[in-house]
């Protein structure tokens, strides 16, 4: 065998081991798995979210109110954090706009109860608020809170020209009124808040109601009825007068006041529209 024989098969051989080692080497690099690099700690912060929709002009409760997570490097300064701040913050406090169910509750959401604007935020579109004159008596020792809905009665003592007491009357001015505030407390949860000391009710009106308002407290004492929230509506229409106010004079309560003892049945007679209380004194036809 030739020199140059031998010098092709040595080439020949080198080749195909260069062959073998490069294919080996590309096989097991098609075989191998990246691993993957690990994904960063994602942080969470817990922000006050609405549980349930709050329209504009809601007093915010407790169970309204939840806790959530949030991404951390997605919070504004506006939101509440559960490590800086409490959920009382917001609890008492009134939506100034409404608040889908899920999304934070937000300083600029809500007003709070001293703030500018927070009775105004209470207040149904178009309609007042009027504060009148209690005490512990005609405020019914406290029991009322805000929220809850009454009539308004008038008591008033009538003179003669010569300034002397000839009758008292007590009528039912205005009815059905939502009570929006006793003396400064407007929130019903917080029960460190006294009512019964409260000296004034916030009570929310119409314009014209208003009016009449300011009237009656110039003319005698003013009383607080507390109404049923389980009255349904044919119980509503009933306790409704059909014309004009209810009201009661002094003889209506005291047989002595009236100059006749005979017993007094009270008979409501209604002709066509019009409805009117009569006395009937037993012995008469």
């Known amino acids: 065998m030739g020199p140059r ?3 092709v098969l040595l080439l020949a051989v080198v080749a195909a081991g260069a062959t073998a080692m490069y294919a080996r080497s590309w096989i097991e690099s098609q075989r191998a798995v990246p691993v993957a690099a690990p994904a960063p700690k994602q942080e969470f912060h817990e922000v006050l979210v609405a549980d349930v929709a709050l329209p504009a002009g809601t007093l915010v409760k407790p169970r309204q109110v939840r ?6 490097d997605d919070v504004p300064a506006t939101y509440v954090l559960k490590s800086a701040r409490s959920q009382d913050d917001m609890i008492g406090a009134v939506v100034r706009r409404g608040i889908a169910a899920g999304d934070p509750i937000t300083d ?11 009775l105004a935020a209470v207040l149904s579109p178009g309609m007042r ?6 005490n512990l008596t005609s405020g019914n020792s406290g029991l009322i809170l805000p929220g809850d809905r009454v009539d308004l009665i008038l008591t008033q003592t009538l003179h003669n020209t010569e300034g002397e007491i000839t009758r008292r009357v007590s009528e039912t001015v ?6 929006l505030a006793m003396g400064a407390a407007t929130d019903d949860v917080d029960e460190t808040q006294t009512h019964e000391r409260a000296k004034t009710a916030t009570l929310e009106v ?3 109601q208003a009016e009449e308002v300011a009237l009656l407290t110039e003319l005698g004492k003013l009383s607080l009825s507390l109404r049923s929230l389980a009255q349904d509506e044919s119980e509503l229409v009933a306790a409704t007068p059909l014309e004009g106010n209810s009201y009661t004079w002094d003889f209506d309560v005291s047989s002595v006041l009236s100059g006749d003892h005979r017993a007094t049945s009270r008979l409501l007679v209604m ?3 019009k409805t009117q209380d009569v006395q009937v004194q037993q012995g008469t036809n």
């Not at 600029?108 to 927070?118: T, Y």
């Open 5 to 7: 024989r031998i010098l």
């Open 67 to 72: 806790w959530q997570k949030w991404p951390t």
């Open 108 to 118: 600029g959401s809500v007003v709070k109860p001293g703030e500018r604007g927070f």
């Open 129 to 134: 608020a009027m504060s009148v004159p209690i």
């Open 174 to 179: 205005l009815t059905d009124l939502r009570v």
């Open 206 to 208: 119409t314009p014209r």
């Open 271 to 273: 002709r066509g529209g």
